[in-house]
């Protein structure tokens, strides 16, 4: 049976990203999440907060980075890595969040349309982590049929032949 990595977040952004490049040219955008969560602690309630690095990397880390600002809400789907490394002689070690797919979902809104300047806002991109294949494009934008060049309009979803009545 093969291993799983898998890890899907959503919580709110503590800081605005920030876009690195590699020396390949690769983009590496890092921002941290903040996740609320509620236990119970004899009668009374505990409300906790959990913090995650989070690094995407690809197109898709240069299309999003500018709308990561702190505060927004995102869901990340991604895979659990280590960092190792020897500080002082001491071996030390941090898990962070590769993410696969970032996906704007709200809050931390700047103008009226929640995203700054007006533009068009990704829906959800994927990034290329370093393994991956960086030839492919790795992100997608949801824009009008119109806005798009070079592609055919989409046609309208089948009808339901369903009455709207359904007793359940």
């Known amino acids: 049976m093969a291993d799983v990595n898998v890890v899907v977040l959503v919580g709110n952004l ?18 941290s999440l903040a996740i609320n969560s509620r236990r119970k602690s004899g009668d009374q309630w505990i ?18 980075h500018r709308y990561l600002v702190k505060g927004k809400q995102v869901a990340v789907n991604g895979e659990l890595r280590q ?9 030390r070690s941090k898990v962070k969040i590769v993410a696969n797919n970032v996906q704007l979902l709200g809050g931390g809104q700047r103008d ?4 700054e300047g007006g533009e068009s806002r990704p829906y959800a991109s994927q990034g ?12 997608r934008e949801e824009r009008p ?17 369903f009455p709207d009545d359904i007793p359940f």
């Open 83 to 91: 960092d190792r490394w020897e500080q002082d002689g001491q071996k």
């Open 128 to 139: 290329q982590g370093p393994a991956q294949n960086q030839g492919q494009g790795g992100y």
């Open 47 to 64: 409300d906790e907060a959990h913090f995650f690095d989070i690094t995407f990397f690809g197109k898709g880390a240069e299309a999003v």
């Open 112 to 115: 009226g349309s929640g995203y």
């Open 145 to 161: 049929a119109q806005a798009r060049q070079g592609q055919a309009p989409r046609q309208a979803p089948p009808q339901d032949d």
């Open 14 to 31: 503590t800081r605005d990203a920030e876009l690195k490049y590699l020396n390949s040219g690769i983009a590496v955008c890092e921002f």
